[in-house]
C-alpha cells in the first residue's frame, strides 16, 4: 500500500517524517482516525428531526455528500437533499471521496 501524505498534526510533524519512510499498520491507523476526526470537523453531517443522516446531491452528479458544506458542492446552483435510498433512486453510484469517507 502506497500513502502519500503532507501531515502537520500528532506525532507526525514534519520534522519527523521523511519520505520514503515506512509505516506500521498501527502508524497507518492513526493517520486514517485523524483524516476521519478532520473529515468530521470540516463536513459535520446532517440529520433531520427523526435523527436519520440527510444526503445532499444534484441533478446532474453522480455521487452524493454527507455535508452540504462539501467543497463539490460549491460551485453547484440547485442542491437536492434526501436519504440515502433517495439519493441512489436519483443516480448517484456513491458517496463522495471528500465528505463521505467515515
Given at each position: 500500500m502506497s500513502i502519500f501524505l503532507t501531515v502537520s498534526c500528532s506525532r507526525f510533524s514534519e520534522s519527523d517524517f521523511y519520505g520514503g519512510m515506512t509505516l506500521s499498520d498501527e502508524d497507518i491507523s492513526e493517520l486514517e482516525s485523524l483524516m476521519e476526526a478532520t473529515t468530521a470537523e470540516k463536513y459535520p453531517a446532517v440529520t433531520d428531526e427523526e435523527g436519520r443522516y440527510v444526503f445532499f446531491f444534484t441533478a446532474g452528479g453522480s455521487v452524493y455528500h454527507r455535508s452540504k458544506n462539501c467543497p463539490r458542492l460549491?460551485?453547484?446552483?440547485?442542491?437536492?437533499?434526501?436519504?440515502?435510498?433517495e439519493?441512489?433512486?436519483?443516480?448517484?453510484?456513491?458517496?463522495?471521496?471528500?465528505?463521505?469517507?467515515q
Open positions: 460549491s460551485s453547484s446552483s440547485e442542491i437536492l437533499s434526501g436519504t440515502e435510498e439519493a441512489i433512486a436519483a443516480g448517484k453510484k456513491r458517496g463522495c471521496s471528500v465528505c463521505c469517507r
